[in-house]
């Protein structure tokens, strides 16, 4: 359970430092309208409803992404490793150093002991990103210190999957 708990914070602060890629839509498009009725919607299941449609509607779109991270926190939270794992794959084809969505995927394959050879290639490079990261400034909204928390924390929880992984190939 406390792993299930250090990890899911991980993943939030991971999500956390995504600079929003909303800005890149045009304001007022069915595009943007789509995307922030998707944000804003609290409902898990008409947001799920929402991000699949615009998945469908707008493949090309600079914010898919962000809607794949989505859907596969949306298929997390409902305990669905299959969906998980998809949309975790599809966000990491579009987005490879999202080090919560690599920690996400190779955790799912781990508890699946399934492709372990990916999970334990996924949370090795979500542990090689987060040792870059440790170099870069901090994003406009941390201060050093909270950059360092956030940067120490999810080093800690890559190394913890890293580990888990290991342990059952």
């Known amino acids: 359970m406390r792993n299930r708990i250090v990890f899911a ?6 999500m956390a430092v995504i600079q929003p890629l909303w800005a890149q839509l045009v304001a007022g498009s ?15 299941d008409k ?22 991270v989505s859907l596969m926190e949306i298929y997390q939270q409902k305990n669905d490793p299959a969906k998980t794992i998809e949309y975790g794959e599809k966000a990491i084809k579009l987005d490879g150093e999202n080090v ?11 508890l699946q002991k399934k ?5 334990l ?14 170099s870069q400034q ?3 909204s941390y201060s050093p210190e909270q950059w360092k928390q956030y ?17 059952i190939g």
Request: hydrophobic content about 40%.
């Open 115 to 119: 492709n372990l050879d990916r999970a």
């Open 151 to 167: 940067i120490d924390s999810t080093e800690t929880n890559a190394r913890g999957i890293l580990a888990y992984v290991k342990s």
């Open 30 to 44: 069915d595009e943007d309208k789509l995307y922030q009725q998707s944000e804003n919607e609290k409902n898990p």
């Open 9 to 14: 914070m991980g993943l939030a602060l991971a």
């Open 138 to 140: 901090p994003p406009g």
């Open 47 to 68: 947001k799920l409803q929402l991000l699949l449609s615009f998945e469908k509607t707008f493949p090309k779109s600079p914010v898919l992404v962000d809607v794949e």
């Open 100 to 110: 919560g969505t690599l920690l996400a995927v190779a955790r799912e394959y781990a």
């Open 121 to 134: 290639a996924y949370a090795q490079k979500a542990v090689d990103t987060v040792v870059k990261m440790k």
